[in-house]
């Protein structure tokens, strides 16, 4: 597939990405409808990070691999699934799909003459007093690393040749779903710069300043995943047919 339709792929798919999760937290976690009490809280929205990459794993996958993550895009690169010549323009499809992402939601969202981008937090991801929970910037970026790490793991586990075919999507989309479920508390779950990137640059102050540990400890994150993986499992083909399209 040529690099352009695979570049449309991932901002597509980015912006899925941070319009259905992000979109979840801002517009459905603490909603109270006539009833009451409707709102999907935290669990939905691990539920709905979940869903936004299994859905686009079916569909762009045969396309663009549906990284979705500059993360994800490293750690391939380094485990020797994905060629280095396209790991930058990757990066920048997926920023630029959760900046428009991210712009759609606010213009969702305020809609409600009620809804402050800025006081609302927008989803951003944040330590300390921009933590959901007050978890220091050391336990941030601590669960930041580990949570990526193993999230790489089991995409590159899931997408092995060796693997069960066809499950890959649904592994990956319940494993974000877990990794939800677990550090929403601690940062309100990044493991992806693009997501933390697209939602900061709409509310700016410390959500900008707190932005460089949800680029660096998932990117570190990644990085081990990509050298362990492969030490645990064998490198199998991969490496060889990277070189092969990079010298196609």
Same mark, same amino acid.
């Given at each position: 597939?040529?690099?352009?339709?695979?570049?449309?792929?991932?901002?597509?798919?980015?912006?899925?990405?941070?319009?259905?999760?992000?979109?979840?937290?801002?517009?459905?976690?603490?909603?109270?409808?006539?009833?009451?009490?409707?709102?999907?809280?935290?669990?939905?929205?691990?539920?709905?990070?979940?869903?936004?990459?299994?859905?686009?794993?079916?569909?762009?996958?045969?396309?663009?691999?549906?990284? !979705?993550?500059?993360?994800? @895009?490293?750690?391939?690169?380094?485990?020797?699934?994905?060629?280095?010549? +396209?790991?930058?323009?990757?990066?920048?499809?997926?920023? =630029?799909?959760? %900046?428009?992402?991210?712009?759609?939601?606010? !213009?969702?969202?305020?809609?409600?003459?009620?809804? +402050?981008?800025?006081?609302?937090?927008?989803?951003?991801?944040?330590?300390?007093?921009?933590?959901?929970?007050?978890?220091?910037?050391?336990?941030?970026? =601590?669960?930041?690393? %580990?949570?990526?790490?193993?999230?790489?793991?089991?995409?590159?586990?899931?997408?092995?040749? /060796?693997?069960?075919?066809?499950?890959?999507?649904?592994?990956?989309?319940?494993?974000?779903?877990?990794?939800?479920?677990?550090?929403?508390? %601690?940062?309100?779950? @990044? =493991?992806?710069?693009?997501?933390?990137?697209?939602?900061?640059?709409?509310?700016?102050?410390?959500?900008?300043?707190?932005?460089?540990?949800?680029?660096?400890?998932?990117? %570190?994150?990644?990085?081990?995943?990509?050298?362990?993986?492969?030490?645990?499992?064998? /490198? /199998?083909?991969?490496?060889?047919?990277?070189?092969? /399209?990079?010298?196609?």
């Amino acid at each position: 597939m040529h690099l352009s339709k695979r570049l449309i792929a991932e901002l597509i798919g980015t912006f899925w990405l941070v319009l259905g999760g992000c979109g979840s937290a801002v517009l459905a976690a603490n909603f109270a409808g006539p009833a009451h009490g409707l709102g999907i809280g935290f669990v939905g929205v691990s539920l709905a990070f979940g869903l936004t990459v299994l859905t686009m794993a079916f569909a762009i996958g045969h396309i663009s691999g549906c990284h !979705l993550n500059p993360a994800v @895009s490293v750690g391939l690169t380094v485990a020797g699934r994905f060629p280095a010549r +396209d790991l930058l323009p990757y990066i920048a499809a997926q920023v =630029v799909g959760a %900046v428009i992402g991210a712009f759609v939601l606010a !213009l969702i969202a305020t809609g409600n003459p009620g809804f +402050d981008v800025a006081a609302s937090g927008f989803a951003t991801n944040g330590y300390g007093e921009h933590s959901p929970g007050h978890y220091a910037m050391g336990a941030a970026f =601590v669960c930041e690393v %580990v949570m990526t790490a193993f999230f790489l793991f089991v995409i590159l586990g899931a997408t092995d040749k /060796r693997a069960p075919a066809g499950f890959a999507p649904i592994a990956i989309g319940l494993c974000l779903t877990l990794i939800h479920l677990i550090s929403i508390p %601690v940062t309100n779950t @990044s =493991v992806n710069p693009a997501r933390s990137t697209g939602p900061a640059l709409f509310v700016g102050g410390e959500a900008i300043a707190q932005l460089w540990l949800f680029w660096v400890a998932p990117i %570190v994150g990644a990085v081990i995943a990509g050298i362990v993986y492969p030490a645990v499992a064998g /490198r /199998r083909e991969a490496i060889t047919a990277v070189a092969a /399209r990079e010298t196609a």
